[in-house]
Each structure stands twice: as C-alpha cells, then as structure tokens.
C-alpha cells in the first residue's frame, strides 16, 4: 500500500495519535507491570506514531519494543538519544567518550565511527533515529548543558564532524537528527529549567550556529530537532524557537531548504511548560512547523488539545496529512511495514562488540589533550612510578570515578591512596582528603563535571577547586578533567592539566596510559580555554619506559 493510500485509511484522531512521540524506561518490566500497561495503551488507544526509550538492557531494550510494535496497528518509529554511542542508553553496548573527544582528535573519522557504531548496536535492540548528532556550537564555555555535547566552537570544523557523523549513521540503516536548531550553544540557561535567550541576529547565527546544520541537511540529516530558546532579533518576540514559525518554517523549511522532518525537543521542559502549559504548547509547536511532537507532559492532553485544534480549524487539515506523509514515508523507507521486530538471536553478535570497544578505546587515547604542564608533574609521573594521592570528585550519578584509574595505575607500579569527594561532601570529607594528600608527595585530582539536565550549571564546588589550587602551590599536582575543559577557569594557577573529555571506561583507561608513559598524548582543544587558543595543545610522545604489564 502507498503512503497516501495509507494516510486516507487513517481517521483524524489516528493521525494526530501518530506524531505524539512519549518516553518510556528500557528497564525490564513484566507484560502485566503497569508501567507497561500505560505503553500499551499508549500503543492501543492513543495509536502513537513512536517511543523514545531510555535506558535498559539490550534484550530488555528489545523484548520491550518488540511486544510493542507485535500489538501497535501501524509500525512504531522508536528514538533514542546516542550521542556519544549506544552506550548512552544501552547498558553493554558501547559507550565511547563525548563527542568533543572527536573535535579533539580533529579527525572526521571519529565522527564516523561513533555514528556508525551508534547505529548498529542500536538497531540490533529495535531503535531506529538516534537524535544526534549535536551540531550546536558551544561558544560560550558558561553555557550549562552543551559543553562536550558538541564537537567543539569553530564552525567548519564541526560542520565536517556533523556531516561524518551523519553519513556513520546512514551507511549503517539508522536516522539522523540535527539538535538543537538553530544553536544552542551560545547559552547560560538550562533549557530543562528556564528559557534561554540568544541576543545574536541573523547575520550572525548564518556565519557561526547555522554553518553546521546547513553542513548536516546536506549530508542528508532526516531529522532536525529544534531548540527551546528565544531569538528576540531574529523572530521579534520571546517565544522560544521551538514555537516559533519564523524558525522551524521561515527559517530552517524555506531558508536552509530542509524537507525531512522536525521534532521537538522534549516538551516537558521548563522552558516550554511553565509559560504555555502541556496542552497549549503541544499545539503551538506543531503550528510552529514541528511534525513530531516529543515527550508531552502527558500524551493524553497533547492528543486531546491537537484534536480540538483541527476541529477548530486552528491547524489545517492538509498541515496535519503533511506532517503525516513525512513521518510515514519515513517508516517506509526503514522498511517497518514489512519486519518491525527484531530478532533477539542476533544481539550479542552486535551490541559491545569487540570492534566498536577496540573503535571506543582508540579515540580515548588519540583525544586526550594536555593543555598546560609548565612544571612537568605529567612527565615525571610518566618517567617513574610514584606514590600519590588520587582525590576523584564527581556527582552521585558517576558511580567510582577514578576507581579504574587507580586500580589501573597500581597494577602498573604506582603506589595509590585513593580518596572520593561528592557535591554534598562536607568539612570532614574535605579533612579527610587534606589527610591523604598529607601523606603523599604528589598529587592526582580526577574530576568529572559534566553536563546534567535540570542541575543549572557545570562546575567544581568551591572548596574543591580551592583545595587544588592550594595543594598545587605546595606540591606536584595534575588535574584531569573527565568532564568539562574548562576547568581552568576555577583553577587558573594549576600547574598541570589534562583534559579526557568523559568519565566512561575507555577515557580513564586512556587516562592511565598517558600518566604511566605507555600511549602518547597528542589532542588539541576543539575550544578555546583561556589563555589558550582553539586548537592549542601539548604534544607527548611514547615514553621510553621498559616493558610494563599489561593493562586489562
């Protein structure tokens, strides 16, 4: 049957049901857990047209979906954020470092690898669109929510990754999404919590934020998701950009030509709820030129509040079978009418595969950046083995930052003391790791501050970053950064400092390597971290130690 054979069957509530996108957990649930019982009539009497699943365990992942689609009428069109990997969402499949890692090897492969990665481990649980890649510049290092998300701040450069990365996902059966349209990057507002307001005009977002997404529509992005951020110069109000026709339809349809569809981003954000209401913002949204409408507050409202907006006459007919026609052939082209499970036989073959964690393990190495090492604490940590104190901070979500790290280093020679700091540690954890530090005649500060949803900034608590600086003016100190680069800008004076870019796995283990001697360190900042210049970094060879164990 035709897409347009199949658009007449459908009734007006059956269309609108199907550009309702909701989430739903990965975790395992029984048929009868009400959990899944609320997707199941998602599926059954809402008729949603896809899911965007979280995290979950790959056969999880997909018993879940497949029980899904087996009873939903029309195929369901299933997302997933896999920015950095399927690993993001897939608990065992791959998870390689964020993606400024590759900005930070400078190589468009990278890109490449991560999307194509990216596509076969998801695929092999049933998801279809990764929305990703982030194609946002991150040109203001206070901006709370992007940071290592992009590839970096230099507009060709990242233009070429997102391009990379697009062709990584297609030539491996998985969609494209360009996010967050028209740049988020130039931000100091956490979208999840307020509404950030870009000042910049026309002029500028065409030679700075649009660069990589006109670079990604022509690699053949399928999808753009639009960001929840004011243009004021640009639109001539304050309403954020995901409703806003002058960008999703002026803007990204009739300027950058894009024909593929748009979605939202998540519509239970506070930029959109607080101000316009779950069923008011819904509507606008799709007026706005969305076609897919992502994770409303409650689907049943958005269903409810889209249906009274066509019998109104506020949103056409012909606009609604648009949207429609778009997201059907989509499902067309995926060749969902005819197999729209997946076989559960054929997951391990896939999903954290020994190619793709090998793939992961190379970039970690390849992206390590060493921006300053004016006292070469790193060079002597790589020429003999040491006692030193490991203080790891990161917030409770990270698990044993650093843990691997240190066992890693210990195995190699290395005499380790290993302290753990956390956000809501008081005086006596900070005591206690003044203690370690005391004992030790070095120092390895491993911090991992990253991006977090609703948390509003991304930064050292205070008294950390004053524990580094004064235990750097006594003694040789490294600062790593698994998170965030731009840690300098809290610890101006540290001596020595190492960017990883992430705290998954492969980036500590690289980690390891390079302060052991055994890999070398060639990255360079995709950014600029005052006082250094966008692409400055320090170059280490191998170092000549003898033969050391090997690393597990």
Known sequence: ????????????????????????????????????????????????????????????????LNALQVRSRLPLLISADLEWGAGMRVVGATAFPQIMAAGATADPNDAYTIGAAAALEGRAVGIHVNFAPDADLNNNPANPIINTRSFGEDPRAVARMVAKYVHGLHDHGMLATLKHFPGHGDTQTDSHIGLPVITADYARLDTLELVPFRA?????????????????ALTGTDDPGTLSPTVLTGLLRDSLQFRGLVVTDALTMGAIVAKYGAGEATVRAFLAGSDLLLMPANPDSALDAMMAAVESGRVARERLDASLRRLLEIKRRLGLFGQRTVPHDRIMETVGAKRFQDAARDLAVRALTLVRDTTGTLAILRATRSHLALIAYADEGNGSVGQQLADILRQNGDTVEYFRLWPMSGTLSYDSARTVIDRNPMVLFAANVKPISWRGNIALPDSLAQLITITDSTKPTLLVSFGSPYLLNQTPTVKSYLVAWSGVRVAERAAARAILGLSPVGGHLPIRVPPYPLGWGIVLPDSTLPPAPPLP
């Open 1 to 64: 049957m035709s897409v347009d054979s199949l658009l007449a069957t459908l009734t007006v509530r059956q269309k609108v049901g199907q550009l309702i996108v909701p989430w739903l957990s990965g975790a395992y649930s029984a048929l009868d857990d009400s959990a899944f019982l609320d997707a199941a009539r998602w599926v059954d009497s809402l008729e949603v047209g896809g899911i965007i699943i979280s995290v979950g365990s790959p056969f999880d992942i997909a018993a879940k």
């Open 216 to 232: 990604g529509i022509a690699a053949g992005a399928d999808i753009v998701m639009s960001a929840h951020i004011a243009f004021p």
